[in-house]
């Protein structure tokens, strides 16, 4: 019936139909992924969170008890003196009562105003333990978490969805605790005066938790998905931004568009049913509420005619009615807002049970000081755990060698580099650096003896000195500079507005390719460190501006071991050796002299690049 009433309300034209057959159906016809019902689980944990300051939410709860007992004394005390005065007895005492009655209301809204404002420190300062936990729990995170996600939907979690948390905490879960106190306490009362009315008025208990029950059933998917559709648009709007160039290059603005529409069709329709549905509630709080003052006031009336009540009672008792009823409705109210925050705090519990990089504890060192000898034995690595991405990789680097990777796309270059850095850990076989397997050095420390200088170099909002700065925070201003003249950064830094201290957007805009590579040789100059990780442009750089790079290159590469993926002839000429790949495999490896002389992939490459220099 309630499905036939929706459909009345049906929203204003969908972009996207609903469902058919899933009940109040999701958008886009899927059926709720998540099962919104591990409550006692999250809540659990959220309460981990909270009991850290368990000594002032012990003063919550005081304030609440205190609160919640006033607030049923002061109707009680009308009742009395309504009785006294009938009795002919009130008229004496008006004055003191009076004054105790505004006392009793004075001290409910200083305690409700103390429950509220420690909450809501207690509140923000769980909020705040949970979003730095989240951030940084992220950064433990291995690259294949991220290589999962999109970055907006990352995002979301810790900003929509942690609001969702924090917004229950400030006023919701008191507000709720304090309708459940003042709910019993009202029973109680009500039982102690009249067991016969109290039963009258707990006709209407059964059906208004069935249909809180019946409805938030419903709503609890809905609303996961309300936050899951949320995280989407937010992971779509960052592609979407950050791929701005290409867009515009391919002319899709209007797909993309359209794509957004499709998104947002999403939001708004799992929004509106979760609202709407849950939005029933407190009409139908209302509806029964109502029924059972009736009930009250009809009863009651006739046993007060009967003489077996008194009028005051009966006072109360409507009172108390609305008082026993409030709660159900507050919590009804709140039941919105819990439920959307058991949801968020669901999503951010997901991401804090993702497995971290293993740990570094323990038996992992941090090493001093580096050569730069690597020795890859047998190493095989796959991203999936099912093909080989890297099958049977050995060789050896000696200290301050270059090594150049050369082969076809996807042959796994990259991965190579990955696997040296530990962005991840190989399947089979060894990696050594100075003879000490890498799975033993901690990950901070390893990373701390290689400098990458990448295709697309990150650029931070910032100065250039900053950005440069990067590579060794506590660098003078003159190492700077010094670093930048070994990268041949210098001059064209100086011919800038602004020289060192120009700002820089964080994407780079507003400098070139090839300059934010010097910017990137500079950093790693400064860095200093023992092994070089450098991915070779392949988009073509003017000739001034790459013979710079390749100076600038040298001068990095000096007295380091560099592995270089190499797409220039010039550089991979110039390798101590060279590891051909393909398909996973390391094919050939040698000096480009001797690799010239025999026949195969590396033969093949050279003849394609000098034919494409020639023409
Ligand atoms: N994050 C990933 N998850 C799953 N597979 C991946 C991932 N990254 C790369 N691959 C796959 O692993 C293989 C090797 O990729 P890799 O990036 O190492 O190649 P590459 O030699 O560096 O290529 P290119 O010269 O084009 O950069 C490819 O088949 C690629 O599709």
Redesign the pocket.
């Known amino acids: 019936m309630l499905k036939a009433l929706l459909e009345a309300f049906r929203h204003p034209k969908p972009d996207i139909e609903l469902g058919a057959g899933s009940g109040f159906g999701t958008p886009s016809g899927r059926k709720p992924k998540g099962k919104a019902k591990d409550w006692s689980g999250t809540l659990k944990r959220l309460w981990s969170y909270l009991a850290v300051r368990k000594a002032k939410l012990g003063l919550v709860l005081f304030m609440v008890i205190l609160s919640s007992g006033l607030s049923l004394l002061g109707p009680y005390m009308i009742g009395m003196a309504v009785d006294d005065y009938l009795e002919g007895a009130g008229g004496r005492s008006w004055g003191i009562f009076l004054g105790a009655l505004s006392l009793v209301y004075i001290l409910y809204s200083l305690t409700s105003w103390l429950q509220n404002i420690w909450m809501i420190e207690v509140a923000q300062e769980t909020i705040y333990r949970m979003r730095t936990e989240l951030f940084a729990y992220l950064h433990r995170l291995p690259?294949?978490f991220f290589?999962r996600r999109q970055q907006g939907e990352i995002m979301s979690r810790l900003t929509n969805d942690i609001e969702n948390v924090s917004s229950t905490l400030n006023s919701s879960a008191i507000q709720i605790f304090s309708s459940v106190l003042t709910l019993v306490g009202t029973v109680a009362v009500m039982l102690w005066l009249s067991p016969l009315l109290t039963l009258l008025t707990f006709i209407v208990v059964p059906l208004m938790l069935f249909g809180m029950r019946w409805i938030t059933r419903r709503t609890g998917p809905l609303f996961k998905e309300r936050q899951r559709n949320m995280g989407e648009l937010n992971g779509y709007i960052e592609e979407t931004l950050s791929g701005q160039r290409i867009i515009k290059a391919f002319s899709q603005e209007t797909r993309v568009i359209q794509g957004f529409r499709e998104r947002n069709n999403r939001i708004m329709l799992s929004g509106y049913w979760a609202q709407s549905i849950s939005g029933f509630i407190p009409k139908l709080m209302n509806g029964l509420n109502n029924l059972s003052f009736a009930i009250v006031a009809g009863v009651g009336g006739l046993l007060a005619i009967h003489g077996s009540i008194s009028v005051g009672v009966i006072l109360v008792f409507v009172e108390y009615t609305r008082q026993f009823t409030r709660p159900l409705n507050d919590l009804a109210n709140q039941w919105n807002t819990l439920l959307s925050a058991v949801a968020g705090a669901e999503r951010v519990f997901e991401v804090l049970d993702e497995e971290t990089e293993a740990s570094d504890e323990g038996a992992a060192i941090a090493l001093e000081h580096v050569a730069g000898a690597v020795q890859f034995s047998e190493v095989a690595f796959s991203?999936?755990g099912e093909g080989d991405?890297?099958q049977n990789i050995s060789f050896e680097a000696k200290p301050g060698e270059m090594i150049a990777?050369v082969?076809?796309?996807?042959?796994?270059?990259?991965?190579?580099?990955?696997l040296l850095s530990r962005f991840y850990d190989p399947s089979e076989g060894r990696i050594m650096i100075d003879g000490r397997d890498i799975t033993s050095i901690k990950r901070e420390s390893l990373r701390g003896h290689m400098a990458f200088v990448l295709q697309d170099s990150f650029l931070f909002k910032g100065s250039i000195r900053d950005n440069i700065r990067y590579g060794k925070l506590d660098a003078t201003d003159e190492e700077v500079e010094q670093a930048a003249k070994l990268a041949n950064a210098h001059s064209f830094i100086m011919r800038m507005p602004g020289g060192y201290d120009r700002m820089l957007s964080a994407d780079g805009s507003g400098i070139s390719q090839g300059q934010k590579q010097l910017l990137a040789i500079a950093r790693a100059i400064l860095a200093d460190p023992a092994m070089l990780i450098l991915d070779e442009a392949t988009s073509s750089i003017d000739t001034v501006t790459e013979v710079k790079i390749q100076e600038g290159l040298q001068a990095l590469m000096k007295g380091r071991t560099s592995f270089v993926?190499a797409h220039r002839l010039n550089t991979i000429r110039a390798a101590d050796r060279i590891l051909v790949?393909r398909g996973?495999r390391l094919i050939q490896q040698g000096s480009h002299e001797k690799l010239l002389q025999e026949e195969g992939l590396y033969q093949d490459l050279v003849q394609g690049q000098r034919k494409a220099a020639v023409n």
């Open positions: 690259i294949s290589n991203y999936d991405t890297l990777l082969g076809p796309t996807g042959a796994g270059k990259t991965t190579l580099i990955g993926i790949l996973g």
